[in-house]
Every structure is written in C-alpha cells, then in structure tokens.
C-alpha cells in the first residue's frame, strides 16, 4: 500500500445543504484503453471520440507511441486519430511504463507476448506490487518467454514474443485483464485458444474485437478466439459508470439532491452497482433516462434524487460486475439503515491498494461502524442523517477510487472532512473535484 505523496494537495469537504447539477463524467477507462491498444493493432486509421484524460489511459496511450503507433489529438477534447500499424510493433528503445495502470500493464502485454522484440515493462510501486502471475503463466503457456521479480510474478517483466500458439485455459478469476491479455494474444497465436471462465466480467474486449473482424465464439461462460487481422474502427467511448457510482451514491443518499449524469455506458457487466443500490432501495430516485445503443454499447442518462437506503447483502457472481464500486457502495452502507455484508470480494486485496483494508481503514476514521473480513466487509448503517459519519482527516492511500470514495463521505458526514492525496482521483476522473464544486455550485 503506497502512501499519498505529500506533493499531492489535500481537500475538505462538508455536507451542504443541497446537491445539484448535470453533469458528464469522463469517458469509460475500460473502453479508452481498448480503443487505443486494438485499433494500434489494427489495419487502418481510426477517430476515437470521447477517450478518458485519466493517467491510466494516457499510460496506454504513452506505452503505444513508444512501439511507433501514432496518436495524434483530433480536435475536440477526448478526440485522437489512431494509425494502425497492423499487429507488427515497433521495438521501444526504453522501458515501457505503465504507471499505476493494471490495465495498461496485462492488456500490453498481451500484445508484447506475440512480438518478436525484448519489451520491459514496469509501473509505480502499487503496481509492482500487484500480481503479474496470473498473465504471466497463461503467455508462457502459449510460448512467450517472460521474467519478472520474484519467480516472474512482479514487474518489472520482460518479455520476448513471437511463435504463439493456441491454448485452452481455465481463468482462475474472473478478471476481464487477464481475460483480455490471453485473448489478444490469442489473436496471433497458431490455432483457436479457448477460455474457460469462472463467471462474467467485462466484455469490452470481446465486443471490440468482434466490431473489428475478429472472432470470438460465446458460449456461456466459454470463449474461443480464433487467430484473426483486425481492422480500425471509429469508437465513441460512453461516460464511466464507475465514476458516476460517485454521484449515484451522493445523490441517493443526500436528502436534497437531484443530479443528472449524461451518457454513461450501462454494459450489463458493468452494471452490478445500479443493481445492488436498487436493491438496498434506490427505486425511482435512481432512473435510467433516454436508454440507446452507442457504438455497440448500451448508454442512458442517469438521474439521480434522494432515497432512503436499507443494507444487502451481496456476493457471488455479482460482484466481478461492481468491484470496482465496492468503495463507494460502502459509503452508501454507512448511511443505510441496517447491516450490509459484501463478499466474494478477496480480489479487493489486489487492486491499486488492498481496498478492504484501506476503505475499512479510512471510514473507521470517519466512525463508522465496519468490520474488514477475508472476502470483503460488514458495515453497521446507521441511516441518512449526517450523524451517520463525522468528518475527519482522510487517505487516499494513493488510490483514486478511495480519493473519491472519501470525498463522497465528506459530502454526507456531518463536520469537515479533508481528503489528503485529492489529486489521486486524476488517475481515472481527472475533473472529479470541478464536478463535485459543480454540484455544491448548481445546488445554490
Ligand atoms: C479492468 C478490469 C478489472 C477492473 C479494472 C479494469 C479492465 O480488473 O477492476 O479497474 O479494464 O479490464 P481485473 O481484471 O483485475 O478484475
């Protein structure tokens, strides 16, 4: 667990009177660093509309440029012209670094696995601390060869590619990185490779991958990703519902609240959030206006307005659907009334920082009444009043999701709450802190 650098200003927060606004939150991270790394793959040009400013995907970004891939800005904000250069890269001259990203890091190398270059790839100290094994072993399978730090299973990795072969694997967890990692290679690999997965995550890939010319059979839970050429497509990327989970749970649980979040991607493996906050008893305060399909996925508007929320329990095969948002579900749970327990959530321990410990950690601060176990949580709610949390001095940790999280606590609790290491919400959101003053703004 890293700490937040002292460099990184600290913010306070406290509960106004009302909260208002319409807002855009940033486009969907999962799908910006997709567009970038299988369009740099592809044959063609393509216009990327909408693409996150977070760190994680200028890493990417950043990563890409360094094998030769031209990304040029197109314009508007969020607008980038990607010229393909097919699924030959060029070998970087440096270390590639792939920040605090573990998106950059797994889904890279799933490209670095089938070029016939040395790469090294490497990140910041939360990254060098995260599991590699868990790509390292399926590419190695498939004929990369790859060494890291301890037993080749932290980065700093290096990686020499080339001669793939299909295989057929069991993911062990239901992660959409290290699924998208085997599927890419899997895309130049001799023969079909099949996946086995345990339940649903994500599947930006697989959509992508399909929208391009390749092909990707589904059968349940089981993949099979034929070698395939991709072409370019033009991808307008939709607002990230992991970051308007930060707004969902401000505006249910404030008692004076209307927010509108525009164009928020609502893939269905994405949306275990929306679910489990209608269940805690979201009903009409949490709509889904104008629903459509934009480049294949679904968005709508989200409008959101005061609830009264009671605890959940939740678990199994949702919660690779809301990872992300357990965080901020938590600060929900706080001002629920009743007990909320979350489990099947242990891979919580092996995000940007072990999110079960420092969310426990950083809300006992703000005397709640919560319970870290194994898998996940137990959270005692004490209902909507802002007696429920009392501001206090905060942590990011270095954790952008905790960042937020907290500064969603410091809107509800009663007192001030300050927030050091604010800026760490740039890695995925980084206007977060001019939409919230948006919100206090709006509100009058
Ligand atoms: C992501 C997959 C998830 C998620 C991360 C983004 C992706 O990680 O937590 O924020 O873009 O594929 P895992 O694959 O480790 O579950």
Redesign the pocket.
Same mark, same amino acid.
């Given at each position: 667990m890293s700490t937040a650098p002292p460099s990184s200003p600290s913010r306070s927060i406290s509960r106004p009177a009302s909260l208002g606004g319409v807002l855009s939150v940033p486009g969907d =991270? /999962?799908i910006s660093?997709r567009s970038m790394i299988l369009n740099a793959i592809a044959q063609g040009d393509a216009l990327v509309q909408g693409l996150s400013g977070g760190e994680d995907v200028i890493s990417t970004m950043r990563c890409l440029q360094a094998m030769g891939v031209s990304i040029e800005p197109a314009g508007a904000p969020g607008s980038y012209t990607v010229k393909g250069r097919g699924p030959e890269l060029e070998e970087p001259a440096d270390i590639l670094d792939a920040g605090n990203s573990?998106?950059s890091m797994r @889904?890279l190398s799933g490209i670095l696995a089938s070029q016939s270059f040395v790469t090294v790839i490497t990140g910041d100290s939360s990254l060098r601390s995260r599991p590699m094994q868990r790509i390292v072993q399926p590419l190695k399978q498939m004929g990369a060869q790859i060494m890291g730090r301890q037993n080749d299973s932290l980065a700093p990795l290096v990686i020499r590619g080339g001669g793939l072969r299909g295989i057929e694997y069991d993911l062990p967890m239901? /992660?959409?990185?290290?699924k /998208?990692a085997i599927i890419l290679a899997g895309l130049s690999a001799g023969g079909q490779t099949v996946i086995h997965q345990p339940a649903l995550?994500?599947d930006?890939t697989e959509r992508m991958v399909s929208a391009m010319g390749g092909k990707i059979e589904e059968n349940g839970l089981d993949l099979v990703i034929h070698p395939a050429r991709l072409n370019a497509v033009d991808i307008t990327v939709p607002g990230d519902v /992991?970051s308007a989970a930060f707004w969902m749970v401000a505006g249910l649980c404030h008692p004076n609240s209307r927010i509108l979040v525009r164009g928020v991607g609502l893939n269905p493996s994405r949306t275990g959030i929306v679910d489990v906050l209608r269940e805690m008893g979201a009903g009409d305060a949490l709509q889904l206006v104008d629903q459509r399909t934009e480049g294949g996925e679904p968005v709508a508007d989200i409008l959101v307005t005061s609830a009264e929320l009671h605890g959940v329990e939740i678990g199994g095969d949702l919660m690779?659907r809301m @990872?992300?948002e357990v965080p901020i579900l938590a600060v929900a749970a706080c001002f629920a009334t009743g007990d909320t327990v979350i489990r099947d959530a242990a891979?919580l321990r092996v =995000?940007e920082t072990d999110r079960i410990a420092t969310t426990v950690a950083e809300l006992t601060r703000l005397g709640a009444n919560i319970e870290a176990t194994e898998d996940g949580m137990v959270i005692h709610g004490r209902g909507a009043g802002a007696g429920s949390l009392n501001g206090a001095d905060c942590q990011s940790h270095g954790d952008h999701r905790l960042a937020m999280s907290m500064a969603v606590a410091g809107l509800l609790a009663g007192g001030e709450t300050t927030v050091h290491g604010a800026a760490d919400a740039s890695v995925s959101y980084p206007e977060f802190w001019r939409d919230l003053d948006l919100l206090l703004q709006d509100a009058g």
């Open positions: =991270k /999962s660093h573990g998106t @889904l239901a /992660s959409a990185q290290v /998208s995550s994500r930006h /992991s690779p @990872l992300d891979e =995000k």
